[in-house]
């Protein structure tokens, strides 16, 4: 049984909405109300954002056309296998196979790219082609030069055929514009059988596409590449009726008449005639739950062919997302690094849920949510809970208790429990922990209204007490996971420490001070595996001897630290080894200094991770990015790292070492990031770092202080509240904090809560060029460790 409750009645719902988009565009228009200085504020803070940066690289992203947290992306395919095409597209590629309406923004895993559409003229080619080749197919060559890419927006010449194409969207459709030369066999093709493959093989299971109009298709399809069984619906209409329709199945022509096929490969050419400069303009509404709500949510969101009128709305939803932080530099590297990045934490979650509030559950079956709910999908866990997540308690506070519920109704339908990594109905049970509860945790410790607590309490205590999940019954029984019995056991182990830690936090806030107790106390049981003679987290047998020992277990080689595992079977950490998982504690930086024996050694070690060899073994992941030593900013578990300094009483050191990965690991190029973006993750500890802040331990609502980019931000916290950081310094360059107030009271302390600004705040720091070693070094000022 799903339990729902509201959040907020109608009146308070529609009351914040309207001060978060009224102020946002205040923000954005820098005080201008007039409909010129709209439109030239709204430029003046989109012109900052360049979803081209982190297309190339190791980025995943994509360069579409998509509103914030919308359930639509529709971008260009430029290929759909291999792991640097998880999103679709890559811009080290010179030609198109068509445009798409759904995608992943920096994932490591591929899927998704439904429904492509692509134009052209002659006879068409039914396969895409090569990269290679692209002449063998349907495939276009274009240049980048002729692209265009901006929030809401994107066009592109497809040179062989003299096309232009342009696209927009709005929350659940997409719209095309084709721009034709003088043709008697101008096309589009509708591609059922595209999609992303993973191994050079399709993925869909089953597809149906019929016509259900002179100029209007409808489907869907299931497929199975990382979510499977996936189920996606789409409803399709165009401006102009084609002169001839020719269906296929398997590549071979179907004979007319034909309105209808059901397989695996399905498409359709479309035929017209068209004189120079015609415009033929493609609207595609789609869902999960059915064709009939994908034709509903067509209906209710574009019910015209105004191209530009939808491009403008999309647009000015943009000015307002990103105009909820405003930022003053002089610095444009910085300004679009930031402002691209604050782009790309707003595309997921994303909504999945149709205009009369249907979606499909995690059980494969259709609900109906409470009115004024919404529900969410694309949850990449592992990454977002870090800093993500706390942005969006700070910007979104709207849409916190949604993504909450959202993840609570996953758990009560799911046959899998607690969601790990789901995606549009399915789970993906992608890498370790089940920070799900990470994320609930803390939107509740935080205050936020409109959250089932209890259904939520319930759900995490089922994973957290009894699902014999992932070697979760040695964790409770051992307190620790055994190398030899379970896979990734170091790393699983501290993720289980973090899930109960942030579980606590509910147990507190419902009075289950009992179990609050127990489940802190279980949170200390990455302690099991520092061996103190070497320094390390290392995994250990069943048996309570070290892997990589010479007692017993010969089979296992010598322990060295940069190895992700010690066995051929599997790791012992997951996309990390000894060094960054030594260090990986988030929430008792505290017990973690204490097993080197004090700061001073703890810092020793810190120190050493920066600048010891960058070394990793053959089989070390690609995600395992962006070294420094063996600090890898381009994956998740160092994100918090270089803020540990501040527990260990050095927060100088913390300064410098997040101003020089803001400088290094970004900039505003297409291989602008470091490893993947991770649905936002990348970008959140960017947006944070910048700010000055960034949650180590995220659960707690403690903010640790780094090294603020700007001179002055002003984040938009909704409902006519503002956090303010002031920078005080002589020049740009200068990174170390001399003093800091809060609220206008002087601080020793190099930290603040999140009930310190969550009402509005200011945060004043003074920069200066050298280190003050006096200021937040006690240890009686350190950020709190294991405290409920």
């Known amino acids: 049984m799903i339990t729902r409750r509201k959040f907020l009645n109608a009146a308070a719902a529609t009351a914040v909405a309207a001060s978060v988009g009224t102020e946002a565009r205040a923000l ?89 559409v692509m134009a052209g003229t002659g006879k068409a080619k039914i396969v895409p082609g090569t990269r290679k080749d692209p002449d063998g197919g349907y495939r276009s060559r274009f240049d980048h030069a002729d692209e265009v890419a901006t929030p809401g927006y994107y066009s592109v010449i497809l040179k062989d055929y003299k096309v232009k194409a342009e696209l927009t969207a709005t929350e659940r459709t997409g719209l095309h514009r084709y721009t034709f030369p003088a043709s008697e066999e101008a096309y589009l093709i509708l591609d059922l059988g595209h999609g992303y493959e993973g191994g050079g093989q399709s993925n869909v299971l089953s597809a149906e596409l019929g016509r259900t109009a002179d100029d209007a298709f409808s489907g869907g399809r299931v497929t199975r590449a990382w979510g499977n069984g996936r189920q996606v619906y789409f409803a399709m209409q165009l401006s102009k009726k084609p002169e001839r329709v020719v269906w296929f199945l398997d590549d071979k ?95 997921g979650p994303c909504l999945f849920d149709d205009v009369d509030g249907r979606y499909r559950g995690m059980d494969q079956q259709v609900h109906t949510l409470a009115k004024g709910q919404h529900n969410y999908t694309t949850f990449s866990l592992w990454d977002t809970y870090r800093a993500a997540h706390p942005t969006y308690t700070l910007i979104e506070p709207g849409r916190v208790p949604d993504f909450a519920n959202t993840l609570i109704r996953m758990a009560e339908q799911s046959p899998a429990g607690m969601a790990v990594w789901p995606l549009q109905g399915t789970e993906t049970g992608t890498m370790t922990g089940y920070h799900s509860a990470a994320v609930i945790g803390e939107a509740i410790n935080k205050g936020f209204k409109g959250i089932d607590v209890e259904a939520a309490y319930k759900v995490m205590m089922q994973r957290a007490m009894v699902d014999d999940y992932e070697g979760l019954p040695y964790y409770r029984e051992m307190h620790y996971i055994p190398a030899d019995k379970e896979s990734e056991s170091v790393s699983k182990t ?22 609050a107790k127990m489940l802190a106390e279980r949170s200390k049981n990455f302690k099991s595996y520092f061996d103190a003679s070497i320094g390390f987290m290392r995994p250990k047998f069943a048996d309570g001897t070290w892997v990589g020992s010479s007692e017993g277990h010969g089979e296992n080689g010598p322990f060295n630290p940069i190895d992700m595992g010690h066995f051929d079977k599997w790791r012992d950490y997951t996309e990390s080894n000894a060094w960054q998982s030594t260090f990986a504690i988030q929430h008792d930086p505290a017990g973690l200094i204490g097993l080197f024996g004090g700061r001073e050694p703890f810092v020793t070690k810190l120190d050493e991770l920066f600048t010891t060899a960058s070394t990793l073994p053959a089989d070390a992941p690609p995600d395992i990015a962006g070294m420094v030593g063996q600090y890898a900013h381009g994956n998740e578990p160092s994100h918090h790292i270089a803020y540990l300094y501040v527990y260990a009483g050095q927060p100088w050191k913390t300064q410098a070492r997040v101003r020089s990965l803001m400088e290094t690991m970004y ?16 970008s959140a500890w960017f947006v944070l ?95 709190p460790s294991l405290v409920l």
Request: proline share 5%.
């Open 28 to 116: 954005a228009l820098g005080g201008m109300k007039t409909g010129e200085g709209q439109a030239k504020a709204e430029a003046d803070v989109l012109q900052w954002v360049d979803p081209k940066i982190g297309t190339g690289g190791h980025g995943h992203c994509y360069p579409g056309a998509v509103v914030p947290f919308g359930a639509v992306q529709l971008s260009p395919d430029t290929y759909n296998n291999d792991w640097d095409w998880c999103s679709g597209y890559h811009s080290s590629d010179e030609s198109i196979m068509g445009f798409s309406h759904t995608h992943l923004s920096g994932t490591g895993c591929g899927d998704l790219l439904d429904f492509l």
């Open 253 to 347: 022509e179907v004979p007319a008449p034909y309105t209808h096929l059901e397989g695996k490969n399905l498409k359709v050419v479309l035929y017209f005639k068209t004189k120079a400069e015609e415009q033929i303009l493609v609207k595609t509404g789609i869902s999960a739950v059915s064709a009939e709500n994908a034709a509903l949510n067509l209906k209710t969101e574009q019910p015209g062919w105004a191209f530009e009128s939808v491009r403008a709305a999309a647009r000015e939803k943009w000015a307002a997302q990103i105009g909820k932080i405003a930022v003053t530099s002089d610095n444009e590297s910085h300004k679009k690094v930031f402002y691209t990045a604050l782009y790309h934490l707003s595309l």
């Open 494 to 515: 501290f993720e289980y420490c973090y899930d109960d830690w942030s579980i606590a936090h509910v147990a507190k806030k419902l009075k289950k001070t009992d179990d």
């Open 667 to 682: 900039s505003p190029n297409p291989d602008g990031m470091q490893g993947n973006e991770d649905v936002g993750q990348m």
């Open 689 to 783: 770092s910048a700010l000055g802040f960034y949650p180590v331990d995220p659960v707690s609502g403690n903010y640790v202080l780094g090294s603020p980019l700007f001179e002055k931000a002003t984040v938009n916290l909704g409902n006519g509240r503002n956090l303010i950081v002031e920078v005080k310094r002589a020049d740009p360059s200068h990174q170390y904090v001399q003093s800091f107030t809060l609220n206008g009271k002087a601080q020793e302390k190099a930290w603040f809560n999140h009930s310190d600004i969550a009402e509005g705040g200011r945060l004043t720091l003074v920069l200066g060029a050298e280190p003050n070693t006096s200021f937040a070094t006690g240890e009686s000022l350190a950020p």
